[in-house]
């Protein structure tokens, strides 16, 4: 194998004409420098030099491997640099994906804060909800998913980098004329007999498991992934429905009421990465700026 601190000797070779003269430029030793030539033209299989007296001729594989030299080294010196940009937080890329509510109120001030500190650090944002979002970083086609889960689901996680953000519990919304509209607290059993809109596969499946632990199962007229699509239908008076406080604080209920629900439905909402990507500076620091943004 041909290492880029030999070429970097023959190419001080070429250029001043001796061992010595080289080994001046390279502030090292002239035995160092014909040590270093003897490796070279090992790991090249053929001889680079012809010495002849004090003269120094390079043969035609060594005027070859002279002329790569100069792009090689070239390529190397621009890709140490890039790395070390990098590493440095003065450049990098991060692929965030999220969930809706999480885009409109946790990324924002991440990504803001991250700009700030961190000028050179672009991140890109695409939306998905879990598990999409899970398999997608699987799949190397981002850095960091935020996602959530209700309860612990046992393993599902394991081979992932976990950074818990906050506790996100889902409120009651019902409509402004609702008999239940000034309720403070509401027993999820007492809308029972009520229309329901719900929400992501996720979501809905979560709330049909706690309405049965409470003796109905709900009858669900709707069902939409988009949150202010639930309000709209809760405030044109067509259902209730539970809505994290995450989406309720990206868009403001028009003619529905918030309540609190019990027995209370909670989800976590974390960050995942890879664990190899959790080392890399850019989706370090845009983890960081995640969880700031989560304590705020």
Same mark, same amino acid.
């Given at each position: 194998?041909?290492?880029?601190?030999?070429?970097?000797?023959?190419?001080?070779? /070429?250029?001043?004409?001796?061992?010595?003269? /080289?080994?001046?430029?390279?502030?090292?030793?002239?035995?160092?420098?014909?040590?270093?030539?003897?490796?070279?033209?090992?790991?090249?299989?053929?001889?680079?030099?012809?010495?002849?007296?004090?003269?120094?001729? +390079?043969?035609?594989?060594?005027?070859?491997?002279?002329?790569?030299?100069?792009?090689?080294?070239?390529?190397?010196?621009?890709?140490?640099?890039?790395?070390?940009?990098?590493?440095?937080?003065?450049?990098?890329?991060?692929?965030?994906?999220?969930?809706?509510?999480?885009?409109?109120?946790?990324?924002?001030?991440?990504?803001?804060?991250?700009?700030?500190?961190?000028?050179?650090?672009?991140?890109?944002?695409?939306?998905?909800?879990?598990?999409?979002?899970?398999?997608?970083?699987?799949?190397?086609?981002?850095?960091?998913?935020?996602?959530?889960?209700?309860?612990?689901?046992?393993?599902?996680?394991?081979? +992932?980098?976990?950074?818990?953000?906050?506790?996100?519990?889902?409120?009651?919304?019902?409509?402004?004329?609702?008999?239940?509209?000034?309720?403070?607290?509401?027993?999820?059993?007492?809308?029972?007999?009520?229309?329901?809109?719900?929400?992501?596969?996720?979501?809905?499946?979560?709330?049909?498991?706690?309405?049965?632990?409470?003796?109905?199962?709900?009858?669900?007229?709707?069902?939409?992934?988009?949150?202010?699509?639930?309000?709209?239908?809760?405030?044109?008076?067509?259902?209730?429905?539970?809505?994290?406080?995450?989406?309720?604080?990206?868009?403001?209920?028009?003619?529905?009421?918030?309540?609190?629900?019990?027995?209370?439905?909670?989800?976590?909402?974390?960050?995942?990465?890879?664990?190899?990507?959790?080392?890399?500076?850019?989706?370090?620091?845009?983890?960081?700026?995640?969880?700031?943004?989560?304590?705020?």
């Amino acid at each position: 194998m041909i290492e880029a601190r030999h070429l970097r000797v023959l190419r001080a070779v /070429a250029t001043t004409g001796s061992f010595s003269a /080289a080994a001046r430029e390279l502030g090292c030793t002239q035995p160092a420098v014909s040590q270093q030539m003897k490796a070279l033209e090992s790991s090249a299989g053929t001889t680079l030099l012809i010495r002849t007296g004090r003269e120094m001729r +390079l043969t035609q594989a060594g005027e070859a491997l002279v002329r790569h030299a100069s792009g090689i080294l070239a390529g190397l010196t621009a890709a140490e640099e890039e790395v070390a940009a990098i590493a440095g937080l003065r450049a990098g890329r991060v692929r965030l994906v999220s969930f809706p509510s999480g885009s409109s109120t946790l990324v924002p001030g991440a990504l803001a804060a991250l700009r700030a500190e961190h000028p050179g650090t672009r991140v890109s944002l695409v939306e998905a909800e879990p598990p999409r979002s899970v398999e997608m970083l699987r799949d190397g086609d981002c850095d960091i998913a935020l996602a959530f889960r209700y309860g612990t689901s046992g393993g599902e996680w394991d081979d +992932l980098v976990v950074r818990p953000l906050l506790t996100d519990r889902l409120i009651g919304l019902v409509p402004d004329g609702h008999r239940l509209a000034g309720a403070e607290t509401v027993g999820i059993g007492e809308l029972a007999e009520e229309p329901w809109i719900a929400g992501c596969p996720r979501c809905r499946r979560q709330l049909v498991e706690v309405c049965e632990g409470s003796g109905f199962t709900p009858r669900i007229d709707f069902a939409t992934d988009d949150y202010p699509a639930v309000m709209g239908l809760v405030g044109a008076g067509l259902g209730v429905a539970v809505l994290p406080e995450l989406a309720i604080e990206s868009v403001r209920p028009k003619g529905a009421r918030t309540i609190t629900v019990e027995p209370a439905i909670e989800r976590e909402i974390v960050a995942l990465t890879l664990p190899d990507l959790a080392r890399v500076p850019a989706v370090a620091a845009t983890l960081d700026q995640l969880s700031l943004a989560a304590a705020r």
